[in-house]
C-alpha cells in the first residue's frame, strides 16, 4: 500500500515557476515509478511526466518537455516536479501516482496508487 501527498500548488504569473512535491508511504516506493499527471475541469487526465524507480529514466509529456523538470528522492520518499516558464494552460489540478512496475508508463490505468491532488493556477 502506498499513500500519496501533493504539495506545493498554488496561483503563479506567466513565465513563473514552481515545485510540486509528492510524499509517499510505504515501503515500496523506491521500487516503483512515479508519475504526474494534470486535469482542468471538463478536459480529460493528462500524462506530464514520468520517471523510473531509480531516477535514472524520465519522460515527458510534449507540451512540458524542456519547461518541467520530473526527480525523485528515495531515501525521501518523495517525487518532485519543477515547472518553469509556466503558461496559463498549465493551470489543472496536479496529480502524483505511483505506478505498478518500476519502469516508466503514460497511461493513467497502469498506476496504482494516486494522490489528491494540488491546484496549480497561472495567471496571465
Known amino acids: 500500500q502506498v499513500q500519496l501527498v501533493e504539495s506545493g500548488g498554488g496561483l503563479v504569473q506567466a513565465g513563473g515557476s514552481r515545485r510540486l512535491s509528492c510524499a509517499a508511504s510505504g515501503r515500496t516506493f523506491s521500487n516503483k515509478a512515479m508519475g504526474w499527471f494534470r486535469q482542468d475541469p471538463g478536459k480529460e487526465r493528462e500524462f506530464v511526466a514520468a520517471?523510473?524507480?531509480?531516477?535514472?529514466?524520465?519522460l515527458y509529456a510534449d507540451s512540458v518537455k524542456g519547461r518541467f523538470t520530473i526527480s525523485r528522492d528515495n531515501a525521501m520518499n518523495t517525487v518532485y516536479l519543477q515547472m518553469n516558464s509556466l503558461k496559463p494552460e498549465d493551470t489543472a489540478v496536479y496529480y502524483c501516482?505511483?505506478?505498478?512496475?518500476?519502469?516508466?508508463?503514460?497511461?493513467?490505468?497502469?498506476?496504482?496508487?494516486w494522490g489528491q491532488g494540488t491546484q496549480v493556477t497561472v495567471s496571465s
Open positions: 520517471i523510473n524507480w531509480s531516477g535514472y529514466s524520465t
Open positions: 501516482a505511483a505506478g505498478r512496475l518500476g519502469s516508466i508508463r503514460i497511461t493513467g490505468s497502469e498506476y496504482d496508487y
